[in-house]
């Protein structure tokens, strides 16, 4: 079964620029959690959206949004860059039920000049 | 603010030796995950832990959640290189804003 895919795997841009990424869960799998890494702040909890509705969210700005569509791949857009979220976005999928472990992705580093 | 403190943030050890992480929070979890992570790539999941005082056992790993459900340990055996890597625990939270509160890692190094 194939794992957890991001995309695209690196990307640099510039302040005041939008990214979007992408991510496809496990099938079957209809959680879809975000999560930012940094070396400082360690692993930080986003967004998690199941059956394309957001069920959770963490303590990140409104420039952070995400979105996920019938097939259960979802999108993680940031507007207007900051140097500060320069980090590796990881996406990591679950069934979704109580009993949850999470998979995560290879992650997408962005850079931000 | 939930907090899921990891100890130590950093081990070198020499292959063979054992070593143990620990996993500390206020919070009840409903489950506890680990993982390791290697650079550049995202974390592997290792073992969820569910009941309280479950053990599990990963060939040369041993995974144990306190009865309480508010921490865990994982305990390698005879360390070898291939474990070098970032551990993380990560715990489901029963109630709360947000389902997962990740560790703040353990940076292991196993030299040869």
């Known amino acids: 079964k194939a794992g957890v895919t991001q995309t695209p795997r690196y990307l640099i841009k510039t302040r005041g620029q939008q990214v979007t990424l992408s991510c496809s869960p496990i099938s079957g799998h209809r959680s879809v959690s975000w999560y930012q890494q940094t070396p400082g702040q360690g692993l930080q909890f986003l967004f998690e959206y199941f059956s394309e509705t957001q069920r959770n969210k963490g303590n990140f700005p409104g420039r952070f949004s995400g979105r996920q569509f019938s097939n259960s791949r979802s999108e993680m857009n940031v507007s207007t860059l900051e140097l500060g979220d320069s980090a590796l976005y990881l996406c990591a999928s679950s069934l979704g039920s109580d009993y949850n472990e999470q998979f995560f992705g290879p992650g997408t580093r962005l850079t931000v000049l | 603010t939930q907090l899921l403190e990891q100890s130590p943030q950093f081990l070198s050890i020499q292959e063979g030796e054992n070593l143990t992480v620990y996993c500390n929070s206020s919070?009840?979890?409903?489950?506890l995950q680990w993982y390791r992570q290697e650079p550049g790539e995202g974390p592997v999941l290792l073992v969820t832990?569910?009941?309280?005082?479950e053990v599990k056992k990963l060939k040369r790993l041993t995974f144990q959640f306190g009865d309480a459900r508010k921490d865990s340990s994982l305990h390698i055996t005879a360390a070898q290189p291939g474990d070098t890597g970032l551990y993380l625990c990560?715990?489901?939270?029963?109630?709360?804003?947000?389902?997962?509160?990740f560790g703040t890692g353990t940076r292991l190094k196993v030299l040869a």
């Open positions: 919070s009840v979890f409903s489950s």
């Open positions: 832990v569910v009941t309280g005082g």
């Open positions: 990560a715990g489901a939270l029963i109630s709360g804003t947000y389902k997962y509160i």
